[in-house]
């Protein structure tokens, strides 16, 4: 009850090669404010530090997630970045370590990652900073971090690496919080279930698909690809039994209000406003986006449906996918919270991969020169034409240097980097792309772990399409959308499975 009642006050304000990265365990790390020296011998602490800080833009910026350029207008909800840091000792032991950051940003550029690292190196210099990663929420009216992506006015508008700069000191500063915080705990995991994501690529008698395609034409044949509404949760309470952060793993992006012109971290902040309303304003509430490069939370079908029970509730959509998932939390959490764990194997690997480049084809190539040319001259005709048409001529323009770059380099790779965590028998894994949920699914069924949380867009990413989707071709699944395709998909999956296999060989 006290969920729905807030919800109802929300305002809406303001691997081919595999380089194995994993520190050496046994890192001394300074001597935390915790009781670790209370522990029985031999059996490990888990150490728990939590922080929420805020990232919201303090001037207009240019919103990233679209082609054309959008400078925010108004502030219509705060964004924030949050931090759960994890450490595992015996006595004064670090045996592992983990910082995970949830950030309310389209993505995590590699710029912004590097800067948080190396500002994090000057306040903690003793925590191996390849331990912390963040990701993003994948909000499409949040700042955009990476330059040169559209022509922005010289005033009048926080510029991109500006921002950026805001955001890292933030960021660290919150992680510093967090790490310098911690303090012996306990842990559990939760399941529930929540209908958030929709598979977006409609698909048609002809064999083609179309992101946001129709689906009330005689051609509709079904929706692509399934759908996954599991609500993973992970619960971290401190020593005196309160609930300070909540890790929430829901596998769509948060791409309501996609196309405003206003700063709005979508339906991540009325889920935190119901989760604070519940469980108390400190608890730190971390969004995790899981594999979902396919799905949308909005429906492509019985729209209207949808919409009539939303009015009949009084909520907007955001409040809608809200109340659906703060309830998936609190009935994991009723289920649960007695079976917490105050001392559970974490072990945190780092891995960097190389992954197989999807090629460019003679056919995508000269297809995306001819387009690259009419776009060209559609702007030659009028140069004051819109950002949209030049962002479309680049989109093209990547791709004939991609498939000329192939002449030099036949089998081009792209390198990642991906973190597998083991806590307890909870298992979080992470990987750059907008990864399409097919992906995510056999990560999970052929895990070790009972529970696994795929956390997707920790890094900069791009679609990640099944060999199905680049069939059917469109938005999201052509090659200019792919850095990797689906062979390199496969691979991704395979070696992270085998890195969670090893957690538990251990």
Not at 148 to 155: A, K, N
């Amino acid at each position: 009850m006290a969920t729905e009642q807030a919800m109802r006050k929300y305002s809406g304000r303001w691997l081919l090669d595999g380089v194995l990265m994993a520190a050496a365990l046994g890192l001394l790390l300074s001597v935390s404010p915790a009781r670790a020296e209370d522990a029985p011998a031999g059996k490990p602490v888990l150490l728990i530090g939590a922080a929420s800080v805020d990232i919201t833009p303090p001037e207009p910026v240019s919103l990233r997630g679209q082609f054309n350029l959008r400078i925010s207008k108004a502030v219509e909800t705060p964004l924030t970045a949050n931090v759960v840091a994890l450490e595992s000792r015996v006595g004064d032991q670090s045996l592992d370590v983990a910082v995970i950051v949830s950030c309310d940003l389209l993505s995590i550029s590699n710029e912004m990652l590097r800067m948080v690292r190396e500002e994090v190196g000057k306040r903690l210099p003793t925590l191996d900073s390849r331990k912390v990663f963040l990701s993003g929420t994948h909000t499409h009216t949040a700042p955009d971090t990476e330059s040169g992506r559209y022509v922005l006015p010289s005033e009048g508008v926080m510029q991109p690496e500006a921002y950026r700069a805001f955001a890292v000191e933030r960021v660290a500063e919150a992680i510093g919080r967090a790490w310098q915080g911690r303090g012996p705990g306990s842990v559990t995991w939760g399941l529930g279930h929540a209908v958030v994501a929709y598979n977006r690529r409609a698909v048609y008698a002809d064999g083609s698909a179309v992101m946001y395609g129709k689906t009330d034409v005689p051609e509709f044949r079904g929706l692509e690809g399934c759908e996954d509404h599991d609500v993973n949760s992970l619960f971290f309470w401190n020593a005196d039994g309160k609930l300070i952060s909540i890790g929430v793993n829901v596998s769509c992006p948060s791409q309501v209000v996609e196309s405003r012109s206003a700063v709005n971290a979508d339906f991540w902040h009325p889920v935190r406003e119901a989760l604070h309303a519940r469980y108390g304003p400190g608890a730190c509430v971390l969004g995790w986006t899981g594999a979902g490069g396919d799905q949308a939370p909005r429906p492509m079908h019985r729209k209207a449906a949808e919409a009539r029970m939303a009015k009949l509730r009084g909520l907007e959509q955001t409040e809608e996918l809200a109340r659906r998932i703060t309830r998936a939390v609190d009935e994991a959490y009723e289920v649960v919270k007695n079976d917490r764990r105050e001392s559970v194997p974490l072990i945190h690997r780092v891995e960097t991969l190389r992954l197989p480049m999807r090629l460019v084809t003679e056919a995508e190539y000269a297809e995306a020169k001819a387009a690259s040319h009419k776009a060209a001259e559609e702007i030659a005709k009028n140069p004051a034409t819109s950002e949209h048409l030049h962002n479309m001529m680049q989109w093209h323009e990547r791709i004939v240097k991609r498939f000329e770059a192939q002449k030099d380099e036949p089998n081009p790779t792209h390198e990642v980097e991906v973190h597998v965590i083991r806590i307890g028998d909870a298992v979080i894994c992470t990987n750059p792309f907008e990864l399409f949920t097919d992906y995510g699914i056999q990560i999970k069924a052929r895990s070790k772990a009972i529970q696994t949380f795929v956390i997707q867009l920790a890094g900069s990413g791009s679609y990640l399409p099944t060999e199905r989707a680049a069939r059917g071709g469109g938005y999201s699944a052509v090659v200019q959308s792919n850095a990797v395709g689906p062979e390199g998909g496969q691979i991704l999956v395979d070696r992270t499975v085998a890195a969670i296999d090893t957690l538990f060989a251990e």
